[in-house]
Each structure stands twice: as C-alpha cells, then as structure tokens.
C-alpha cells in the first residue's frame, strides 16, 4: 500500500498534492462557513481566464532553454504602452482592445529580441538575470510613463503631468472578453469570451510546439549540445522563445486589464512574473519542463486557492491580513521547492 501511495505521489508530485488537498481542505471550511460558494467559484473562473495567458507565457520560455520567465514585465510594459496608445487614439469597446493587442506586438518583438540576445551573453544566469532586468524596465518606465506625452483625458492626472496610477477601463474595453457569451449557471457566472480566448492562446502555442520551429527549440531546451551536433541554432531557438514569451506577457496583461476593469502603472508589473511562476510550477512543470497541461491545472489550482483562501482567511481571523500572508508563502515557497529539483550541480 506505501509503495502505491508512493508512486502515485512522485507521478502527480508532491507540491500539486499539497496544494489540492488544501484548495479541496478550503471549500469544505467555506461550506462550514456558509460563505458565497457561487460567488467563489465565478470569481475562480474569471481569475483562471484573467491569469492563464501570463502563465502561458512561460511554456516557450522554458522549452527554449531560458527557464521560468521572471522579466515577464519586459512584456507586460509592451501590452500596457499597446493599450493606452489605443485609449490615446479614441478607440473604445473590442476595437479598443484588439487594437491594443496589435500595437502592442511590434514592441514585445523587439524588446523579447534585443533580451534574447542579451540572455545568450549570460548563459546559466537567466533567471537571475531576468529578475533584476524586469525590475529596472519596470523603474525606468515609472519614470517614462510621467514624461511620455499622453493627452486622454481619462488617462492624466487633472493636474499636474504624466499617467494616473491606475486608469479606469469602463468607457473604453474594460471586461470586452469577460461579456462576450456571458451565461450563468444557477449563481455561477462563465465569462465565456475569456475563457475561449485564453484556450485559443493555448492552442496556438500547442500547434507552435508541434511546429518545425517548436520541435527544434523544445530540442535545444531540452539537450543544448546534442541539438547543436544535430545542426540547430541553439542560439536563435533561445531567442524565438524569449520573443514569444515576451509577446505573451504582452498579450496575458491585457486580457488581465479587461478583466479586472483597470490599468495599473508604475511598480504595478513589478511581482506580477511571481504567481505566474508559481502557477506553473503548481501545475507539474519544472526549471526545465513545461507544457499546457501544466499551464491549465497551475493556473486553476493557484488561483482557485487564492480565490477562496481569501475571505475563509478573513473570516476566521479578523485581524491583520493572514489571506496575503498565505499567498505569499504558497507563491514563494512553491518557487523555492522547485529551483532546489533544477538540478544546480550539472
């Protein structure tokens, strides 16, 4: 019976373990509590379709070789300059929103390129690396996003110069997606819109990963010499990787803005790389594997955690803020357990 018990552990992992059995642990107590429950599963719902493409945007990055992504902000500055270049235009509702996405795009290119090129220069390094670069874009663009010379007047402050903290999104593409096909289910909301997104995202990237392109980078991720013997550039698969990641960090942060109603600025982006990271790692993948299935379960486990750890935290301890605690120790500690499987030694 142990040696069963141990099998089905080390196949469905350990930390996943943990963390279901705790998320299942968390609806029991709210039921005890007589909390919302209709309530906390929407909310879950729309947080897996808010979340899921900011995790998504990890899978190319690790199949390629770099790891986990942590300058997902270099991309997620490049879809909030798409999206207020589109508000700046007048654009409102999904041609707003699908004009931010495109704007967006040629700048996530270029900046996911010039990056890739700079992580090829410090192989062994990216994650650290990647870490301290996200934090300088982020700095750098508090200081652009007062000096860049935006005029709409929903976006500036009424007096004085530069871009208001947060921008409401209501009269422009706030929830697009979230409205699209919306139904409910008995008390249950299913923002229909952004759940198609984010699975069409998926499947994008799976058919990328069956590409020739794909094979080759998941190659060079996976045995960088052997995939150099066998003719692949090594080098430009990190690159093609680092740029698709980049571009969805682009895209996932304005599917996220849409959902949650606003565009956060300044040090906003600046942890956003950590529940992404967290996410995956939850969902199965490694420093060095990753795939979809990682990205649906992850992002569903994490955030439905969350989701419903919140007001249960709340509820039973009124005092201080035990719900913030609590995430940070599960994001950070399922980031720690992970880099300690990557295998430093080799």
Known sequence: MSEAVRRFTNKFGLPRLIISSFFIFLFIVALLLKLPIYSLISDTIRRFGMYGILVLAMVPAIQSGIGPNFALPLGIICGLLGGLISIELGLTGAGSFFAGLFISLPFAIIVGWVYGILL???KGSEMLVATYTGFSVVFFMSIMWILLPFKHPEMVWPIGQGLRVTIALDSTFGEILNNFLLFHIGGIKVPTGLLLFFF????????????KMGVAMKAAGDNP???AASGINVDNCRIIGTIL???LGAVGILVYAQSYGFIQLYQAPLMMAFPAVAAILIGGASASKAKISHVILGVFLFQGLLTVALPVANEIVREGNLSEVLRMIVQNGIILYALTKVGGEN
């Open 120 to 122: 090829n220069k410090i």
């Open 200 to 211: 069409a995202c998926c499947f994008i990237v799976w058919l990328f990963s069956r590409s």
């Open 225 to 227: 010499k052997f995939a």
């Open 245 to 247: 990641s980049t571009v």
